[in-house]
């Protein structure tokens, strides 16, 4: 994948997390869960991606901001995925957040998916080697989406 894409509108964002979300069910070899996460700020698409990538794993729920709950899991009816979590740590004050969501755990299951939002608020709490992308607004529609390892 190249490390930095252009999106040129809402849908194209979606097709791109959903072409993602493909990629890593097909390739179930990880020792832990598979974590992206999610930087740039209000209304870069974060939520917009999250929506297609959730497609991309098979879930027909929809997708909203999960700003005031901080936490909603999804089923994943795959062999070696079973859930996948939207997280979004805008409203997250801490490690103590992080304790009580029981993100130690979720992390530890080659299970999961994880996908967060505003991930900078949680980036150190993180284990090594997540997939982390950064979106920067180009215009009205226009976002660049950079794909860094963390
Ligand atoms: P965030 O979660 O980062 O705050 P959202 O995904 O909730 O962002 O909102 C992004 C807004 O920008 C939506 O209203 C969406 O329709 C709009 N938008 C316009 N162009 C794009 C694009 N290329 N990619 C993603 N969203 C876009
Ligand atoms: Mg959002």
Redesign the pocket.
């Known amino acids: 994948m190249k490390t930095e894409i252009e ?4 849908e ?2 979606k097709k791109i997390a959903k072409n993602l979300a493909q990629e890593i069910i097909s390739h179930p070899c990880f020792s832990k869960a598979f974590i992206v996460g ?1 930087k ?10 999250v929506q297609g990538f959730a497609s991309g794993l098979g879930i027909k729920d929809k997708i909203t ?1 999960p700003t005031f709950v901080l936490l909603k899991r999804f089923k994943i009816k795959s062999k070696k995925f079973k859930n996948f979590y939207h997280i979004d740590c805008y409203r997250m004050e801490g490690i103590k957040d992080f304790k009580e969501l029981g993100l130690k755990e979720i992390i530890s299951k080659p299970e999961n998916i994880i996908a967060v ?1 505003w991930v900078e608020k949680a980036e150190k709490l993180l284990p090594k080697g997540f997939l982390k992308i950064e ?1 920067q607004f180009l215009g ?4 660049r989406l950079k794909f860094l390892c963390r």
Do not use: Y
């Open positions: 999106s040129v509108n809402p194209q964002t999610l740039g700020d209000l209304g870069g698409g974060k939520t917009t991606f901001s939002e979106f009205k529609k226009r976002r």
